[in-house]
């Protein structure tokens, strides 16, 4: 079909339409052709899979659950929350550690923001393999590494991606923290040095509850100190539905001295 005119570039535009890729958006989400178990396919807001070295965001009201999932065994999800219409409270990643006395995320763990108040809630985990300490990869070490790391080559870094997700919220550069990231592990040597310890192999998923409304960006990326010498992303699958924030009555709201004060500061403007 010629598109040297502006009449045959409409047809041809028009021609894709149902056209599907394995990576894309599913709309209306609850044409997801395999929802969770026990969740109503009406109850899905969010249903995409995203490309390795792709990026993706969305607005998720109190109560989503989110739930990722590494289809291939080599996704790496970077991960950044802001609280919606107060992007200003943010991930802390290092609150996150600190508050809560583990850098290892897994089930029970609660990613607080920069006000001590829970951002999300990690509800499910059949991974294990994530990491608060690296943060995401950058334009100029992926150059480095693999000789292009721009968002639309063919090794983008993950801050290069955050920095178009954050644009369609109206953030930039400087509102870009640093990141977590699930799928690819890290540990942390006695002597200060990192071990790369990779995947839990292919179907592996984490859930997370939104404990206040969540803007909610991700890249993903190859991580950052993944030792292979080329660039490895699989794709990541992302649902969300609507669900239930946590409660007083809920065992995260007790779990900690610290998790309970964040949860009482967390209700404090949630009532």
């Known amino acids: ?51 390795g070295g792709g990026y993706t965001h969305k607005a998720l009201a109190r109560g989503t659950e989110l739930r990722l999932t590494d289809l291939a065994g080599d996704a790496c999800a970077h991960l950044l929350l802001y609280v919606e219409g107060r992007p200003w409270e943010r991930l802390n990643v290092a609150d996150t550690v600190k508050v809560l006395w583990n850098a290892y995320l897994g089930e029970g763990h609660l990613l607080l923001s920069d006000q001590g108040r829970v951002l999300a809630s990690v509800v499910a985990d059949t991974s ?31 801050r290069e991606l955050f920095t178009l ?17 699930f799928f690819q592990g890290v540990e942390v040597e006695p002597d200060g040095g990192l071990t790369f310890t ?20 991700i890249a993903n990326t190859a991580h950052p100190v993944d030792p292979r010498p080329a660039y490895t992303c699989t794709p990541l699958e992302v649902l969300a539905w609507r669900a239930r924030p946590t409660g007083p009555d809920d065992p995260l709201w007790q779990a900690s001295p610290e998790g309970r004060r964040a949860f009482l500061n967390t209700a404090e403007v949630t009532r």
Request: charged share 20%; net charge negative; with cysteine.
């Open 1 to 51: 079909m010629a598109t040297s005119t502006t009449y045959g570039a409409r047809e041809h535009a028009r021609a894709q339409e149902g056209t599907t890729s394995d990576t894309m958006p599913v709309l209306p989400a609850s044409d997801w052709p395999t929802p969770p178990d026990g969740v109503d396919p009406a109850d899905l807001v969010w249903a995409e899979t995203v490309a």
């Open 128 to 158: 294990g393999r994530h990491d608060t300490v690296c943060g995401t990869s950058t334009l100029r070490r992926n150059t480095e590494r693999y000789g292009d790391g721009s968002p639309h080559g063919p090794a983008p870094a993950g």
């Open 165 to 181: 997700a954050a644009a369609k919220h109206g953030l930039g550069r400087r509102d870009l923290p640093p990141s977590i990231s």
């Open 198 to 217: 990779g995947s839990a192999g292919p179907g592996a998923s984490v859930t997370l509850r939104a404990e206040m409304p969540l803007v909610v960006l």
